[in-house]
């Protein structure tokens, strides 16, 4: 695997001098300032890559820009709605301006309205690290009794209904306002940052849009950019739905191994492809993230690994971010089938035999408390999540050689 690292930017707390010294490979980073919908113009794309050249003193990283993460896709051409059409072409061009950048591998999402959902942004363990968690009732009762949506409630069934009821009765305004300002988290210097009036015409605009709508408006948006990035020789990864189950009454295509398969079907090309991402598909029961790797690799562009731990064995359930090697998702076996692939593609004479990964998200431990980076993202939380990884993989490689 190739180590990566997500960068926020020049306002991210955890430097390029940081990476530097956790020993990374390349950088995964976006132009989050840049407006969605609109074309990533070559100077911006330039700008980012001189960014990420240089140490604080002025030495030279060595780092390149590995991987795009995210280039946005808009709600217009999710309900294919408004300006829909110039997104796409202005989505295309984009592609082509980080091809000429040297850029090969773009990761996107189709997730409608909200992104990744978290309820709490510094859950505390018991061993007084920080992590991220999604709270199955109080995002209900956020649903229900905060956003106020029109049928929210017939969503739910009753036994959770009557705890998201109790759990609003006990926040105060400080946890309510709290709650919403998590979940709709935004990105830092993120061009576009909404407010709960924005969620409740967002989701106005959505009225039409059906599970199997979502699912045909996505296969037209692959119809139209995959055959491009084919051409380029550029790889596109679909990262999955984050929790991987629809909210806030709205359809998720990108949960399961069967989607997934779906979505390749579409449009077969091997320009088309997909993140990986454990932690963000463990969040349910019945996806199997090693079997998935084993039976998808061949589209597999890129890693996030992660895991988390589930309330309840139910979809949807609760879950909180896991150390690493800690979580529901056998972390060995899933590396092990990723070095198979590799295995795979070296034989096979395949250009990008070594798949990137960055260890995903992180627990804020040491001091990384206090700090005041993006929630998931410390430096020393994942640079332990990184050397754990790393450990995995060099002892199944010593293993292999041997074999």
Known sequence: MRHTWRWFGPKDPVSIDHMMQAGVQGVVTALHHVPTGTVWSPEEIARRQEDLAVMRDGAPS????????????????????GDWRQHVENWIASLRNLHAAGIRVVCYNFMPVLDWTRTDLTWRRPN???????????????????????????????????EAARRFAAMDDARKQELVAN??????????????EDVRNLLDSY?????????????????????????????LCCHPDDPPFPLLGLPRVMSTEADYAERIAAVD??????TLCSGSLGARPDNDLPGMMRRLGDRVHFLHLRNVRRDTETVPASFF?????????????????????????RAAGREDAVIPMRP????????????????????????????ELRGVELALSRRGARA
């Open 128 to 162: 007084g690290a920080l992590c991220m968690r999604f709270d199955l009732p109080d995002f209900v009762a956020f649903d229900i009794h905060i956003l106020e949506r029109k049928g929210a409630a017939e969503d739910f069934p009753e036994a959770l209904r009557d």
């Open 207 to 235: 009225a039409p849009v059906t599970d199997a709508v979502l699912r045909r408006n996505f296969h037209a948006f692959l119809e139209q950019v995959a055959p491009v990035a084919q051409d380029l020789g550029m790889r």
């Open 321 to 345: 971010e896991d150390d690493h090697l800690g979580g529901q998702t056998d972390m060995v076996e899933l590396i092990d089938a990723v070095l198979a692939e590799e295995a795979r593609r």
């Open 360 to 387: 995903d998200h992180g627990q804020d431990i040491l001091d990384d408390i206090g700090r005041g980076g993006q929630p998931g993202y410390p430096a020393i939380g994942r640079l332990k999540g990184l050397a």
């Open 269 to 274: 090309l091997p320009a088309n492809g997909i």
């Open 183 to 196: 979940i709709v988290f935004g990105l830092p210097g993120a061009a576009e940052q909404q407010s709960m």
């Open 62 to 81: 060595g780092l390149a820009w590995d991987v795009v993460e995210s280039i946005p896709v808009s709600e217009a051409i999710k309900t294919q709605s």
